[in-house]
């Protein structure tokens, strides 16, 4: 069977798993690491998102024989130490907003969130309200309103 290396929270990992399975499987299943959620396999919902070298993508799309040893995997789990402190500052904003409802939508949203401000502050900009749009995270139980707060309040605390 194929074997698979790539940095995963800051580890590198490798894993002997044919080439097509998708990189949430191989995560979830095989490594126990199920902050990305399954709700689509198709790229829509958007609850897989984690970070490939700092870029918001589905992992539910992505065979794992596209992710290259250098490649630098970040999920929910391995977001704080990304800034060195316990919880993200978009956690904790989640936190004080009292953002989740079920929950299962979550991670993903805090992952789309913090790419988001990334890419944002790449090109010298802030999040304003027009910007939401863009967020194509689903949430059954619509706390669409509660996360636009906690990312306005979270995006110039890291
Ligand atoms: S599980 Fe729906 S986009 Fe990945
Ligand atoms: S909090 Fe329930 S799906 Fe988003």
């Given at each position: 069977?194929?074997?698979?290396?790539?940095?995963l929270?800051?580890?590198?990992v490798?894993?002997?798993?044919?080439d097509?399975?998708?990189?949430?499987?191989?995560?979830?299943?095989i490594l126990?690491?199920?902050?990305?959620k399954?709700?689509?396999?198709?790229g829509v919902?958007?609850?897989?998102?984690?970070?490939?070298?700092?870029?918001?993508?589905?992992?539910?799309c992505?065979?794992?024989?596209?992710?290259?040893p250098?490649?630098?995997?970040?999920?929910?789990?391995?977001l704080?130490?990304t800034?060195?402190?316990e919880?993200?500052p978009?956690?904790?904003?989640?936190?004080?907003m009292?953002?989740?409802?079920?929950?299962?939508?979550?991670?993903?949203?805090?992952?789309?969130?913090?790419?988001?401000?990334?890419?944002a502050?790449a090109?010298?900009?802030?999040?304003g309200?027009?910007?939401?749009?863009?967020?194509?995270?689903?949430?059954?139980?619509?706390?669409?309103?509660?996360?636009r707060e906690?990312?306005?309040?979270?995006?110039t605390?890291?």
């Amino acid at each position: 069977m194929p074997s698979h290396t790539f940095v995963l929270n800051g580890q590198q990992v490798t894993v002997d798993v044919e080439d097509d399975v998708r990189l949430l499987w191989v995560l979830r299943d095989i490594l126990g690491v199920t902050g990305p959620k399954y709700g689509c396999g198709l790229g829509v919902c958007q609850a897989c998102t984690s970070h490939v070298n700092g870029r918001a993508v589905n992992i539910c799309c992505v065979p794992v024989s596209d992710v290259q040893p250098t490649d630098e995997v970040t999920t929910i789990e391995g977001l704080p130490a990304t800034v060195g402190q316990e919880l993200h500052p978009m956690q904790q904003a989640w936190l004080d907003m009292d953002v989740p409802q079920c929950g299962y939508c979550q991670p993903g949203q805090i992952m789309a969130a913090v790419a988001m401000v990334l890419q944002a502050r790449a090109a010298g900009q802030q999040l304003g309200d027009a910007d939401f749009d863009q967020i194509r995270n689903i949430c059954r139980c619509g706390t669409y309103h509660r996360i636009r707060e906690a990312i306005l309040s979270a995006q110039t605390k890291f």
